[in-house]
């Protein structure tokens, strides 16, 4: 089976901090996605990618930034948190342009 | 864009069939429909893709009308571990510009 995973189940972080949330595949999967997830919201993507070295905005990038420098390793990055950005944050991937994201069990985050 | 509508619960008691359906009138000629599942404080977990008419797995099977502008997924003889919020996601997958708009869920608890 697929596997995504990411770094951090919680993590508490400072108004103003720089925060980095790493998530790594390991089935050579192409597309890459960050989502956060709110309640009433449902899923917003934040980023994507569909190549290394390639992103794509999704709904909501502000305040968000993503690194991919290797196929399996998408980053997403709070330059400056801010208590609006705790949330639930998932990473997932896919294969190909038809077929099912592989979600990782979530990073939640909170700005305090 | 196609918006999908499901209803936001459904109660079930075990050993029953489960029907949710999802509505997606606006669902375009390249549109997939995706079902996913989640449990608290887990990622959303892929369950069945199809494009028309009727899909089936070892864990549920989707049943698509010729006009595509609807969906239900079907899940048999569900058991209490079956209860999650379950997502209708209507969408191709990655291309330059796409965003994907995942609906509400359906949380659906399943009674002994």
């Known amino acids: 089976d697929v596997k995504v995973t990411q770094s951090s189940r919680y993590l508490v972080k400072r108004t103003g901090e720089k925060v980095f949330l790493e998530c790594v595949q390991d089935?050579?999967?192409?597309?890459m996605f960050w989502y956060r997830q709110d309640p009433g919201l449902g899923l917003r993507l934040i980023y994507f990618s569909y190549d290394v070295k390639m992103k794509e905005k999704g709904d909501i990038p502000e305040g968000y930034s993503v690194s991919r420098e290797k196929k399996e390793r998408f980053s997403l990055i709070l330059e400056s948190a801010s208590t609006n950005q705790t949330s639930m944050y998932l990473c997932?991937?896919?294969?190909?342009?038809?077929?099912?994201?592989?979600f990782g069990s979530g990073t939640r985050l909170t700005v305090v | 864009l196609a918006k999908t509508t499901q209803p936001i619960s459904m109660d079930s008691y075990e050993g029953q069939e489960v029907n949710i359906t999802c509505s997606h009138n606006?669902?375009?000629?390249?549109?997939?429909i995706t079902w996913y599942q989640q449990f608290p404080s887990q990622g959303p977990r892929f369950i069945i893709q199809g494009y028309k008419t009727k899909v089936t797995n070892e864990v549920a099977s989707l049943f698509i009308p010729a006009d595509r502008k609807s969906s239900t997924l079907s899940l048999p003889r569900v058991s209490l571990s079956d209860t999650a919020v379950y997502y209708c996601l209507v969408g191709p997958f990655p291309a330059s510009n796409y965003q994907l708009i995942w609906g509400a869920g359906t949380k659906l608890i399943i009674k002994p």
């Open positions: 606006n669902i375009a000629t390249n549109d997939y």
């Open positions: 089935m050579d999967h192409e597309n």
């Open positions: 997932a991937s896919t294969l190909d342009r038809v077929g099912g994201y592989t």
